[in-house]
């Protein structure tokens, strides 16, 4: 059933200012967890979960990382402009090559006070700094260890830094700007990590501190490309990680780089006005390989974050395009919002993703690159996903929608529960493992 005519409005809750979580807590483990199961409520803490899976259970990580992608300009009249860097224009073939280019690049931006700065006009900065890069800066945080490729920058004294912002016009919904900085051999990711600011959500109205350098990322984040964090992996720990492991709870990643639109509430008054954010995905062929066959074994696959559930339900519907169509070019497999409602598919799972591998593996690829927009909500049938570890999200969003959409109605009782029980919502908040009800899942074989 596609959920086109859904009300928004039946998406609403209150949310009072005193549970929203402004900063995180001190300890990431020690946030608080609501289990929900087959109409039950329980409470634990994140450093416990390892108790509530399944023995050989997998769960599933998003591992993009958070780039510094506000840049603030000072114009010499006085006014204030910042760039909020949202994705590259088609032209660079992706975020991990976009965020390679040194020297100079175009981007796709938001623009605060876009009415002071005139197509054409040049902005400029110089940033001369001896204190360590924000790159840096997030590796100081204790147990960030194996599981974080950043490599930690000494303190020392930087070459400067000039960097020049270019207005060329409107497109679509943002404005497309070119930016040029000295040294030119510093890439693009170097460039923010040296030039930006975390972009925290719009709804933590406190500027950004050092210590969000390193708690809005998650352990275990390796690439750039994100302009919000998968916020339910926040939780996670070296200590987890050990728990999960003595309990022969298995683990893999993909990657999913997360755009602005999963901060926008659903401005319309049905789903269908409402047009879902494409994002970036990348998932190596093991990975594929690995979630067949813990499905194969009959075994449950978590998801950890809306952002990696979309992902691997996104592979199904891939699976789907290319069993009917083999010779389908590598640029237009990617999932559009309404596929999973318009496509009738009854393709059993591990035949979906076996012609996703054998599709990879006829084009000489050993990681799928590609785009989705999928919309998960009430009607939604699920292939892949089976319980989903998360935080608790916005009313009238499609993040709640999703939620939503794995436990049905039982979503309003789960966070009336946790509003009188004093759980922290949203980013910085605490979070949820949520188990899907059984006769809204596909049969994997």
Same mark, same amino acid.
């Given at each position: 059933?596609?959920?086109?005519?859904?009300?928004?409005?039946?998406?609403?809750?209150?949310?009072?200012?005193?549970?929203?979580?402004?900063?995180?807590?001190?300890?990431?483990?020690?946030?608080?967890?609501?289990?929900?199961?087959?109409?039950?409520?329980?409470?634990? @803490?994140?450093?416990?979960?390892?108790?509530? /899976?399944?023995?050989?259970?997998?769960?599933?990580?998003?591992? @993009?990382?958070?780039?510094?992608?506000?840049?603030? $300009?000072?114009?010499?009249?006085?006014?204030?402009?910042?760039?909020?860097?949202?994705?590259?224009?088609?032209?660079?073939?992706?975020?991990?090559?976009?965020?390679?280019?040194?020297?100079?690049?175009?981007?796709?931006?938001?623009?605060?006070?876009?009415?002071?700065?005139?197509?054409?006009?040049?902005?400029?900065?110089?940033?001369?700094?001896?204190?360590?890069?924000?790159?840096?800066?997030?590796?100081?945080?204790?147990?960030?260890?194996?599981?974080?490729?950043?490599?930690?920058?000494?303190?020392?004294?930087?070459?400067?830094?000039?960097?020049?912002?270019?207005?060329?016009?409107?497109?679509?919904?943002?404005?497309?700007?070119?930016?040029?900085?000295?040294?030119?051999?510093?890439? /693009?990711?170097?460039?923010?990590?040296?030039?930006?600011?975390?972009?925290?959500?719009?709804?933590?109205?406190?500027?950004?501190?050092?210590?969000?350098?390193?708690?809005?990322?998650?352990?275990?984040?390796?690439?750039?490309?994100?302009?919000?964090?998968?916020?339910?992996?926040?939780?996670?720990?070296?200590?987890?990680?050990?728990?999960?492991?003595?309990?022969?709870?298995?683990?893999?990643?993909?990657?999913?780089?997360?755009?602005?639109?999963?901060?926008?509430?659903?401005?319309?008054?049905?789903?269908?006005?409402?047009?879902?954010?494409?994002? $970036?995905?990348?998932?190596?062929?093991?990975?594929?390989?690995?979630?067949?066959?813990?499905?194969?074994?009959?075994?449950?696959?978590?998801?950890?974050?809306?952002?990696?559930?979309?992902?691997?339900?996104?592979?199904?519907?891939?699976?789907?395009?290319?069993?009917?169509?083999?010779?389908?070019?590598?640029?237009?497999?990617?999932?559009?919002?309404?596929?999973?409602?318009?496509?009738?598919?009854?393709?059993?799972?591990?035949?979906?993703?076996?012609?996703?591998?054998?599709?990879?593996?006829?084009?000489?690829?050993?990681?799928?690159?590609?785009?989705?927009?999928?919309?998960?909500?009430?009607?939604?049938?699920?292939?892949?996903?089976?319980?989903?570890?998360?935080?608790?999200?916005?009313?009238?969003?499609?993040?709640?929608?999703?939620?939503?959409?794995?436990?049905?109605?039982?979503?309003?009782?789960?966070?009336?529960?946790?509003?009188?029980?004093?759980?922290? /919502?949203?980013?910085?908040?605490?979070?949820?493992?949520?188990?899907?009800?059984?006769?809204?899942?596909?049969?994997?074989?």
């Amino acid at each position: 059933m596609k959920p086109a005519h859904l009300s928004i409005a039946d998406y609403s809750y209150t949310l009072p200012e005193e549970n929203i979580a402004y900063y995180p807590l001190s300890q990431r483990d020690a946030s608080r967890l609501l289990i929900y199961r087959e109409g039950g409520i329980r409470e634990s @803490t994140y450093r416990d979960i390892a108790d509530f /899976f399944p023995e050989a259970s997998l769960l599933v990580f998003n591992n @993009t990382r958070v780039v510094e992608a506000r840049i603030v $300009f000072q114009k010499p009249t006085g006014g204030r402009i910042e760039i909020f860097c949202l994705e590259p224009p088609a032209e660079y073939g992706g975020i991990a090559q976009a965020m390679s280019q040194t020297g100079s690049v175009r981007w796709r931006c938001l623009i605060g006070g876009a009415s002071k700065w005139k197509p054409g006009q040049v902005l400029q900065k110089t940033i001369d700094t001896d204190e360590p890069s924000a790159e840096g800066l997030a590796n100081t945080e204790s147990g960030a260890t194996a599981h974080n490729a950043t490599t930690q920058t000494p303190s020392h004294k930087a070459q400067p830094l000039t960097l020049e912002a270019r207005f060329l016009g409107k497109e679509g919904d943002a404005f497309l700007i070119e930016l040029a900085w000295q040294p030119a051999e510093l890439s /693009f990711a170097g460039l923010l990590h040296r030039a930006g600011l975390i972009p925290l959500p719009p709804y933590i109205s406190r500027a950004a501190e050092p210590s969000d350098n390193q708690r809005y990322k998650t352990i275990y984040a390796q690439h750039d490309g994100s302009v919000a964090a998968p916020t339910a992996g926040l939780h996670f720990t070296d200590a987890i990680f050990e728990s999960l492991d003595k309990r022969h709870i298995n683990r893999t990643f993909v990657t999913l780089h997360v755009g602005a639109g999963t901060f926008l509430p659903v401005k319309s008054a049905t789903l269908g006005e409402h047009i879902m954010h494409m994002e $970036f995905i990348v998932v190596a062929a093991a990975v594929i390989y690995q979630l067949k066959e813990t499905l194969a074994a009959g075994r449950l696959i978590v998801p950890v974050g809306t952002t990696s559930t979309r992902t691997i339900e996104s592979l199904y519907w891939m699976g789907v395009k290319v069993l009917r169509n083999p010779s389908l070019q590598q640029e237009l497999l990617t999932v559009e919002q309404w596929d999973a409602y318009d496509l009738d598919a009854q393709e059993p799972v591990l035949e979906a993703l076996t012609a996703l591998l054998d599709w990879m593996k006829q084009n000489g690829l050993e990681e799928l690159m590609s785009k989705t927009q999928l919309l998960i909500a009430p009607g939604y049938r699920w292939r892949i996903v089976r319980g989903l570890v998360t935080n608790f999200h916005q009313p009238e969003s499609t993040l709640l929608l999703l939620i939503a959409a794995l436990i049905g109605q039982e979503w309003r009782r789960v966070y009336d529960y946790a509003l009188e029980h004093g759980f922290r /919502f949203l980013s910085y908040g605490d979070g949820c493992l949520l188990w899907g009800d059984e006769s809204n899942q596909f049969t994997a074989s």
